[in-house]
C-alpha cells in the first residue's frame, strides 16, 4: 500500500496524542464521588447482614425439619438409626471423661470456693441456691456447650463439609437420598440426647467434688447426702424445667449448626475456612441460648 492511500490524521501531521500529553476517556481517574463510597459501605454491610440472616433463617427452619421428623416412623429407617447410634456413642462416650475433668475442675475453682466465701461471710444458708443459679444453671451449659462444639461439633463441620465440597452430597441427592434426614437428623438429635446427659453429669461431678475439697478443708462438717439436698430445696419449680430444657437446646443447636455449616460449604471453602467458621458460629450459639434462657429469670 502506498503512502499515498494513508489517509492523514485529524489535526494534520503525524502528531501522537499519548506523546504529547493527550488522555483518552478509559484512561482519566474517576474522582472521589462521596455517595459512591457511601453506597459500597453499605452494599458491603448488606451481604455481610444477608449472609448471617440466612444462616439464621436456615436454622429455624431446619430446626422445625428435624423436630418434625423426628416424630414420623418412616423417617427411622436403619441407616438412621445407625447414624443416630454411632454419633451418640461419640458424643457421650468419647466426651465423658473430658466433661467429668471439667467438672472437677468447676468443683475445685467455683464451687469449693463458693461454699468458703459464703461459710466466712456467715451465708451458708445461701450456699444451696447460689449454687444452682450460678453452677448448675449458667456455668455448666455453657461448659458443656464449649466441650460439645470442640470436640463433637468440629466434626460435624469437617466430615459434611468434606463430603458437600467433595460432591458425595449431590451424589446422594441424585440417588434420591435425602442428606437431610440421612445426616443432619440423627446427628441433631445426638447432640440432644447427649447435652443433657454430660449437663447431668457435669453438674454432679462440680458439685461432688466441691463438696469433697470443702470437707477435707473443714468448711463443711454435713454428709454429704444432706449438702444434695439442700441444693435440691434450693431448686424452685421452674428450675426443674428451664435447667434440663437448657441442657437440651444447647445440645440441640451446637449439632444443628455443626452439620448445616458443613452442608452450606461451598466449592471454594476447605478446612482453613470452614472449621474458624463453624467453631464461631458455635460459640454464637451456645452464649446466645445462655443469654435468651436467663432473660426471663
Known amino acids: 500500500m502506498s503512502e ?10 503525524d502528531r501522537d496524542p499519548i506523546l504529547e500529553g493527550d488522555v ?30 440466612r444462616f439464621f433463617l436456615i436454622m429455624l427452619g431446619a430446626s422445625w425439619g428435624v423436630i418434625y421428623e423426628s416424630f414420623r416412623s418412616h423417617s427411622w429407617r436403619r441407616t438412621v438409626c445407625y447414624e443416630f447410634g454411632v454419633t451418640l456413642n461419640s458424643v457421650i462416650g468419647g466426651g465423658l471423661i473430658a466433661t467429668l475433668f471439667a467438672g472437677t475442675l468447676t468443683g475445685v475453682a467455683a464451687v469449693s470456693q463458693t461454699i468458703y466465701w459464703l461459710g466466712l461471710a456467715g451465708l451458708a444458708k445461701m450456699t444451696g441456691s447460689i449454687l444452682v443459679n450460678v453452677v448448675i444453671r449458667e456455668i455448666a451449659p455453657i461448659l458443656v456447650g464449649i466441650l460439645l462444639l470442640g470436640r463433637n461439633g468440629m466434626l460435624s463441620v469437617t466430615e459434611l463439609g468434606l463430603l458437600t465440597t467433595g460432591g458425595q452430597i449431590r451424589s446422594m441427592q441424585a440417588q434420591g437420598l435425602d442428606p437431610f434426614l440421612l445426616l443432619v437428623m440423627p446427628r441433631t438429635l445426638a447432640f440432644t440426647v447427649g447435652g443433657f446427659t454430660l449437663g447431668i453429669l457435669f453438674s454432679f461431678a462440680a458439685l461432688l467434688t466441691g463438696y469433697i475439697i470443702s470437707r477435707i478443708s473443714g468448711v463443711i462438717t454435713n454428709p454429704v447426702w444432706t449438702f444434695f439436698y439442700d441444693v435440691v430445696v434450693a431448686m424452685s419449680s421452674t428450675d426443674y424445667l428451664v435447667i434440663p430444657l437448657k441442657f437440651i437446646t444447647v445440645g440441640f443447636v451446637v449439632g444443628l449448626g455443626g452439620c448445616l455449616t458443613g452442608l452450606t460449604a461451598t466449592n471454594e ?4 475456612t470452614l472449621l474458624p467458621r463453624g467453631f464461631s458460629r458455635g460459640m454464637l450459639i451456645v452464649m446466645a441460648v445462655s443469654v435468651l434462657f436467663s432473660l426471663d429469670l
Do not use: S
Open 24 to 53: 483518552t476517556p478509559h484512561r482519566q481517574r474517576r474522582p472521589f464521588v462521596l455517595h459512591e463510597w457511601i453506597r459500597e459501605k453499605l452494599a458491603w454491610l448488606g451481604h455481610i447482614t444477608r449472609h448471617q440472616a
Open 4 to 13: 499515498d492511500n494513508i489517509a492523514p490524521r485529524e489535526g494534520g501531521g
Open 269 to 272: 471453602d476447605n478446612l482453613r
